[in-house]
């Protein structure tokens, strides 16, 4: 935007960077011209001229470079709307703080329409990364070689490869070098010397790495005259050997990676269920607000993301305990409100409960309006734990995961160690003979439903993790909800369990064959059958409150 | 017992009273003097994300309109009616807004099941609908203007992009299980075999709406894009389930570098309610964006902002598309004199308009009008910085040129075809209604 408006003011402009270039002159450090016409032009220049400034940057070896760069590549690289002047700013809620790309001098902090972004397209920042690993491969943290290396690999021409070599007998850290082995390696497998390609395929095979299997798998095609890509027999068998096990590897890993993806699709299946496992299943209620509760829960986060903006972590974990009690709240409000007058007509139960489900969709629509709210993940949710090449865990949903066998632990333990419990457990199982012992009934059900809300709630804040934040989100979930509790068995919680974690597996083991639409409808079609079989689910509950 | 019923039925009495007040003898007095535009956009439901802004952007048009000095002589009237998402309810509210509000124009609409479920009203009742949103083609009728893209206008030049500048190889048509992704997708994989690319390297995916488990899928396009060809994603993913795909693309590792992902249906106003970290640098096609400088733009964003009071709201191609169609139905009426529908129809054919972004949109005789189609890549403030964009305006093309069977067939609604599915082959109009 600004470069245009920039073009327009070109004689002041050429003044001002008279002014900047006597400035930097006047710096006791000197600074080459070529490389502050570089400069120049990525603060000024087009999208073109800006590629062509980072590469002429990378080729004029300066000691600046490598924090100029490596803040454009964060997005921290600006320049001052006043004066053109090229700034790196750190973002701090009320503005920038700035400090002088080239000198480094602070700048105090500035208003954030002070200051234009340089923007950057893919190409740029591939470039960048490349360039940025060059210069930081002789760093001190291993981490940030290993970093380097790899994002050279990706763009390997020869001057990476001289590079790479040269590193390669000074590199101290064992995976650093692995990682220079397998591109040099890589490199290698085209070589003109057949013993040196054999080695290499050799020294492959055990890699764990997806560029492997794509290179040796060139080798062993065709290509579309019928003619192998690959003239020499020898090589083109070992290759084929060498892939033979790498595919074995392959395929262990993806199924281990498709279990994983049924137990976290399983788990927020569990999440979103439990509650209503509590509601529907232990007091019998239809409870079509259900999902508007969990709702609830994730405009809690993102309540709490707005109250605190610079603690994103912690805001989640504060979510967890405020969506418990807004939702439980709510819960007892509709409960007291409305259910109690209905107890025994589930027909008017499902009616009622299906109104105030609309009121709060209604309600948050109006309050936060209908758009969906940007909930932010905190660092440690994001991104994925790389265990090799061909296997990661995503951390959101390995947290999820571990959060949904948390709150099942919890609530287990609430149920049958505490005075709460026990008194739920008594209504449940005959509410005439329990009011008789003298136990409240009336307040019982009241906490029952809270203490189901309130889970419902801590489902949303998980669920802010994953998807969007919106008024309809709770109707993304009922239906799977009441499947859940209806196949793992009325009444049961170890049922929901297994239930949601069984019905989570089998959707990504058929997902791969039949797509997602075929596999909703299969499993769909699987808990009609068995539902037909075994009215009462997985668990059926034992006993006399089961009869009546 | 009955007493309560009693109640609620005096109640019940009393507010249909009111309503009856408010619909029926209010407008009456103003009857002769306005002219009325009928807005028909959800403003509750699913739906309700996407189209309240655009019944914001009829207002302030009107408004602007009426500021100006209105039209005709006489004032503009909004009568605005919420179809709540609901397809049959956009019908049934289409015919309302014609035969009881007796509006002169309809703007609305957002999915193309709404927009198929209004049509045989609006033809029946031969009213005039404006809908300003990007929609898969193979459609062209007397009573609608299409002043979204057309497919040739958004989804064949990103491919062109992908291709000729990006070098991809591979190709991922991902999309929502309805109407749009599936015949988008079938021009795109009839246009991607036309320029010899191979069965193998086409894999199309659907999901359902509002699908938010997207681990297994994300994990298959990564492998389809592991095979060392660049690869790209082109998707015509529905609203909101765009939020957890980017999200998880983002935490298995796969970046905008590795494989990009060109979207079209993201834009400003859906950026606006996702965390953006994981989206940068991924693409989207659209015919307008927010951030392209130009003073005309200028003008209509600060106008926006003046108009809703909060300058933080972004604007977005449909409320161009808005903007473009509005006008355009004010310079038809201008040069018919009248609001006539058969009159206008005629008359608009033909008029043009300045697009925000740059050049002239022209309404063609096929009721599609001229665009410029803009790549963006997606920053973190949710804006598009341009990369790509045409040299000059596409003409919508209502009958894709990639489709066999619709090959032949052209919409022209001048003389002498008269026809918004001619086939130039048979030289006959099927008749059929759309």
């Not at chain 1, 940025?132 to 380097?148: F, M, Q, T």
């Not at chain 1, 281990?256 to 209503?276: D, K, N, Q, R, Y």
């Not at chain 2, 040299?391 to 022209?412: H, R």
């Given at each position: 935007?600004?470069?245009?408006?920039?073009t327009?003011?070109?004689?002041?402009?050429?003044?001002?960077?008279?002014?900047?270039?006597?400035?930097?002159?006047?710096?006791?450090?000197?600074?080459?011209?070529?490389?502050?016409?570089?400069?120049?032009?990525?603060?000024?220049?087009?999208?073109?001229?800006?590629?062509?400034?980072?590469?002429?940057?990378?080729?004029?070896?300066?000691?600046?470079?490598?924090?100029?760069?490596?803040?454009?590549?964060?997005?921290?690289?600006?320049?001052?709307?006043?004066?053109?002047?090229?700034?790196?700013?750190?973002?701090?809620?009320?503005?920038?703080?700035?400090?002088?790309?080239?000198?480094?001098?602070?700048?105090?902090?500035?208003?954030h329409?002070?200051?234009?972004?340089?923007?950057l397209?893919?190409?740029?920042?591939?470039?960048?990364?490349k360039?940025?690993?060059?210069?930081?491969?002789?760093?001190?943290?291993?981490?940030?070689?290993?970093?380097?290396?790899?994002?050279?690999?990706?763009?390997?021409?020869?001057?990476?490869?001289?590079?790479?070599?040269?590193?390669?007998?000074?590199?101290?850290?064992e995976?650093?070098?692995?990682?220079?082995?397998?591109?040099?390696?890589?490199?290698?497998?085209?070589?003109?010397?057949?013993?040196?390609?054999?080695?290499?395929?050799?020294?492959?095979?055990?890699?764990?790495?997806?560029?492997?299997?794509?290179?040796?798998?060139?080798?062993?095609?065709?290509?579309e005259?019928?003619?192998?890509?690959?003239?020499?027999e020898?090589?083109?068998?070992?290759?084929?050997?060498?892939?033979?096990?790498?595919?074995?590897?392959?395929?262990?890993y993806?199924?281990?990676?498709?279990?994983?993806?049924?137990?976290?699709?399983?788990?927020?299946?569990?999440?979103?269920?439990?509650?209503?496992?509590?509601?529907?299943?232990?007091?019998?209620?239809?409870?079509?607000?259900?999902?508007?509760?969990?709702?609830?829960?994730?405009?809690?986060?993102?309540?709490?993301?707005?109250?605190?903006?610079?603690?994103?972590?912690?805001?989640?974990?504060?979510?967890?305990?405020?969506?418990?009690?807004?939702?439980?709240?709510?819960?007892?409000?509709?409960?007291?409100?409305?259910?109690?007058?209905?107890?025994?007509?589930?027909?008017?139960?499902?009616?009622?409960?299906?109104?105030?489900?609309?009121?709060?969709?209604?309600?948050?629509?109006?309050?936060?309006?209908?758009?969906?709210?940007?909930?932010?993940?905190?660092?440690?949710?994001?991104?994925?734990?790389?265990?090799?090449?061909?296997?990661?865990?995503?951390?959101?949903?390995?947290?999820?995961?571990?959060?949904?066998?948390?709150?099942?632990?919890?609530?287990?333990?609430?149920?049958?160690?505490?005075?709460?419990?026990?008194e739920?457990?008594?209504?449940a199982?005959?509410?005439?003979?329990?009011?008789?012992?003298?136990?409240?009934?009336?307040?019982?059900?009241?906490?029952?439903?809270?203490?189901?809300?309130?889970?419902?709630?801590?489902?949303?804040?998980?669920?802010?993790?994953?998807?969007?934040?919106?008024?309809?989100?709770?109707?993304?979930?009922?239906?799977?909800?009441?499947?859940?509790?209806?196949?793992?068995?009325?009444?049961?919680?170890?049922?929901?369990?297994?239930?949601?974690?069984?019905?989570?597996?089998?959707?990504?083991?058929?997902?791969?064959?039949?797509?997602?639409?075929?596999?909703?409808?299969?499993?769909?079609?699987?808990?009609?059958?068995?539902?037909?079989?075994?009215?009462?689910?997985?668990?059926?509950?034992k006993?006399?409150?089961?009869?009546? | 017992?009955?007493?309560?019923?009693?109640?609620?039925f005096?109640?019940?009495?009393?507010?249909?009273?009111?309503?009856?007040?408010?619909?029926?003898?209010?407008?009456?007095?103003?009857?002769?003097?306005?002219?009325?535009?009928?807005?028909?956009?959800?403003?509750?439901?699913?739906?309700?994300?996407?189209?309240?802004?655009?019944?914001?952007?009829?207002?302030?048009?009107?408004?602007?309109?009426?500021?100006?000095?209105?039209?005709?002589?006489?004032?503009?009237?909004?009568?605005?009616?919420?179809?709540?998402?609901?397809?049959?309810?956009?019908?049934?509210?289409?015919?309302?807004l014609?035969?009881?509000?007796?509006v002169?124009?309809?703007?609305?609409?957002?999915t193309?099941?709404?927009?198929?479920?209004?049509?045989?009203?609006?033809?029946?009742?031969?009213?005039?609908?404006?809908?300003?949103?990007?929609?898969?083609?193979?459609?062209?009728?007397?009573?609608?203007?299409?002043?979204?893209?057309?497919?040739?206008?958004?989804?064949?030049?990103?491919?062109?992009y992908?291709?000729?500048?990006?070098?991809?190889?591979?190709?991922?048509?991902?999309?929502?299980?309805?109407?749009?992704?599936?015949?988008?997708?079938?021009?795109?994989?009839?246009?991607?075999?036309?320029?010899?690319?191979?069965?193998?390297?086409?894999?199309?995916?659907?999901?359902?709406?509002?699908?938010?488990?997207?681990?297994?899928?994300?994990?298959?396009?990564?492998?389809?894009?592991?095979?060392?060809?660049?690869?790209?994603?082109?998707?015509?993913?529905?609203?909101?389930?765009?939020?957890?795909?980017?999200?998880?693309?983002?935490?298995?590792?796969?970046?905008?570098?590795?494989?990009?992902?060109?979207?079209?249906?993201?834009?400003?106003?859906?950026?606006?309610?996702?965390?953006?970290?994981?989206?940068?640098?991924?693409?989207?096609?659209?015919?307008?964006?927010?951030?392209?400088?130009?003073?005309?733009?200028?003008?209509?964003?600060?106008?926006?902002?003046?108009?809703?009071?909060?300058?933080?709201?972004?604007?977005?191609?449909?409320?161009?598309?808005?903007?473009?169609?509005?006008?355009?139905?004010?310079?038809?009426?201008e040069?018919?004199?009248?609001?006539?529908?058969?009159?206008?129809?005629?008359?608009?054919?033909?008029?043009?308009?300045?697009?925000?972004?740059?050049?002239?949109?022209?309404?063609?005789?096929?009721?599609?009008?001229?665009?410029?189609?803009?790549?963006?890549?997606?920053?973190d403030?949710?804006?598009?910085?341009?990369?790509?964009?045409?040299?000059?305006?596409?003409?919508?093309?209502?009958?894709?040129?990639?489709?066999?069977?619709?090959?032949?067939?052209?919409?022209?609604?001048?003389?002498?075809?008269?026809?918004?599915?001619?086939?130039?082959?048979t030289?006959?109009?099927?008749?059929?209604?759309y």
């Amino acid at each position: 935007m600004n470069i245009l408006s920039l073009t327009r003011f070109q004689p002041v402009l050429a003044l001002l960077m008279l002014a900047f270039s006597l400035a930097a002159h006047s710096d006791p450090e000197t600074v080459s011209q070529p490389w502050q016409q570089a400069l120049n032009s990525l603060a000024q220049g087009s999208m073109a001229e800006r590629e062509q400034a980072i590469m002429q940057l990378a080729d004029i070896k300066d000691a600046h470079n490598l924090t100029i760069l490596q803040a454009l590549l964060d997005g921290k690289l600006f320049t001052t709307k006043t004066d053109a002047k090229l700034v790196i700013g750190t973002d701090n809620q009320q503005g920038f703080t700035i400090s002088d790309a080239v000198s480094g001098a602070d700048l105090g902090a500035v208003e954030h329409d002070a200051l234009s972004k340089i923007n950057l397209t893919n190409k740029m920042r591939g470039t960048l990364r490349k360039i940025i690993g060059e210069l930081e491969l002789s760093a001190d943290d291993p981490k940030v070689r290993l970093a380097a290396v790899k994002a050279m690999a990706k763009e390997a021409d020869d001057r990476v490869l001289t590079l790479l070599r040269e590193r390669a007998d000074k590199e101290p850290d064992e995976a650093v070098r692995q990682a220079i082995k397998v591109t040099l390696l890589l490199q290698d497998m085209d070589s003109s010397d057949k013993a040196t390609r054999i080695m290499a395929i050799e020294a492959l095979k055990t890699k764990n790495s997806q560029e492997v299997a794509n290179r040796l798998n060139t080798m062993v095609e065709k290509d579309e005259n019928g003619e192998f890509i690959e003239p020499d027999e020898d090589i083109r068998n070992l290759a084929k050997a060498a892939l033979i096990n790498i595919n074995n590897r392959l395929q262990l890993y993806s199924s281990i990676e498709t279990v994983f993806f049924g137990l976290s699709l399983g788990a927020v299946l569990v999440l979103s269920a439990i509650g209503l496992a509590i509601t529907f299943g232990v007091m019998g209620v239809i409870n079509m607000a259900h999902g508007e509760l969990m709702m609830l829960g994730a405009y809690t986060t993102y309540v709490m993301q707005q109250l605190m903006p610079n603690h994103l972590g912690i805001s989640v974990l504060l979510a967890i305990p405020a969506a418990f009690v807004i939702s439980a709240l709510v819960g007892i409000a509709i409960e007291r409100g409305i259910i109690r007058f209905l107890y025994g007509r589930p027909l008017e139960t499902l009616l009622a409960t299906f109104g105030v489900s609309l009121i709060l969709q209604q309600s948050v629509r109006s309050i936060f309006s209908p758009l969906n709210r940007s909930v932010a993940t905190p660092e440690w949710m994001s991104g994925s734990w790389q265990i090799n090449d061909f296997l990661s865990l995503t951390w959101n949903r390995f947290y999820i995961l571990v959060f949904c066998l948390l709150v099942f632990v919890l609530l287990l333990q609430i149920l049958k160690r505490t005075r709460l419990g026990l008194e739920v457990r008594a209504v449940a199982q005959n509410r005439k003979m329990a009011k008789a012992m003298g136990i409240p009934t009336a307040r019982v059900d009241a906490m029952t439903f809270g203490l189901g809300s309130g889970i419902a709630g801590v489902a949303g804040v998980a669920l802010s993790q994953i998807t969007n934040v919106g008024p309809n989100l709770g109707q993304a979930y009922i239906v799977d909800s009441f499947m859940v509790v209806v196949f793992g068995g009325v009444g049961n919680l170890l049922g929901t369990l297994v239930a949601g974690f069984s019905l989570g597996i089998a959707n990504k083991f058929l997902e791969p064959f039949a797509g997602a639409v075929l596999a909703k409808i299969l499993v769909l079609v699987f808990i009609i059958l068995f539902i037909q079989k075994r009215p009462r689910g997985l668990f059926p509950q034992k006993g006399r409150a089961a009869d009546s | 017992m009955f007493n309560t019923i009693a109640n609620k039925f005096a109640k019940k009495l009393l507010l249909a009273a009111i309503t009856a007040a408010a619909a029926g003898f209010f407008p009456a007095a103003h009857a002769e003097d306005t002219i009325k535009v009928g807005v028909l956009h959800s403003l509750s439901g699913t739906m309700a994300i996407s189209e309240t802004t655009l019944k914001d952007t009829m207002l302030m048009l009107i408004d602007e309109q009426n500021k100006k000095g209105g039209l005709l002589g006489k004032k503009l009237e909004a009568v605005v009616v919420d179809p709540a998402s609901n397809w049959p309810l956009f019908a049934e509210k289409a015919r309302e807004l014609l035969t009881k509000d007796k509006v002169a124009a309809i703007f609305g609409c957002w999915t193309s099941v709404s927009r198929k479920s209004v049509l045989p009203v609006i033809e029946e009742l031969n009213g005039i609908l404006f809908y300003p949103v990007q929609y898969e083609g193979e459609e062209s009728s007397k009573n609608v203007f299409y002043t979204g893209a057309a497919p040739n206008q958004q989804a064949i030049p990103a491919v062109d992009y992908l291709m000729n500048d990006l070098g991809v190889k591979r190709w991922v048509l991902a999309g929502t299980d309805y109407v749009y992704p599936r015949t988008t997708n079938k021009i795109l994989e009839a246009y991607l075999k036309s320029k010899k690319v191979a069965k193998k390297d086409i894999m199309i995916n659907y999901t359902p709406f509002g699908h938010s488990d997207w681990q297994s899928i994300v994990a298959d396009i990564k492998k389809f894009g592991s095979t060392g060809k660049k690869t790209a994603v082109v998707s015509t993913i529905n609203g909101d389930a765009n939020v957890p795909f980017y999200k998880e693309l983002g935490n298995q590792g796969v970046s905008a570098e590795s494989i990009p992902v060109v979207a079209f249906s993201v834009g400003e106003e859906e950026l606006s309610g996702i965390d953006t970290k994981p989206l940068v640098g991924h693409l989207a096609a659209w015919n307008y964006f927010m951030s392209v400088d130009t003073t005309k733009n200028s003008a209509f964003i600060k106008q926006w902002h003046d108009f809703i009071k909060n300058p933080k709201r972004v604007t977005n191609d449909p409320m161009e598309a808005h903007y473009i169609g509005f006008n355009m139905w004010v310079k038809a009426v201008e040069k018919a004199g009248t609001t006539d529908p058969e009159a206008v129809q005629k008359a608009i054919i033909g008029v043009e308009y300045p697009n925000l972004t740059g050049g002239m949109a022209k309404m063609l005789p096929n009721h599609h009008i001229s665009k410029p189609v803009l790549i963006g890549e997606i920053q973190d403030d949710g804006q598009f910085v341009t990369v790509w964009q045409t040299n000059k305006l596409i003409d919508g093309d209502a009958w894709s040129d990639f489709l066999p069977e619709s090959k032949p067939i052209i919409a022209d609604w001048t003389a002498p075809i008269n026809c918004g599915n001619y086939n130039t082959k048979t030289k006959k109009c099927s008749g059929q209604n759309y």
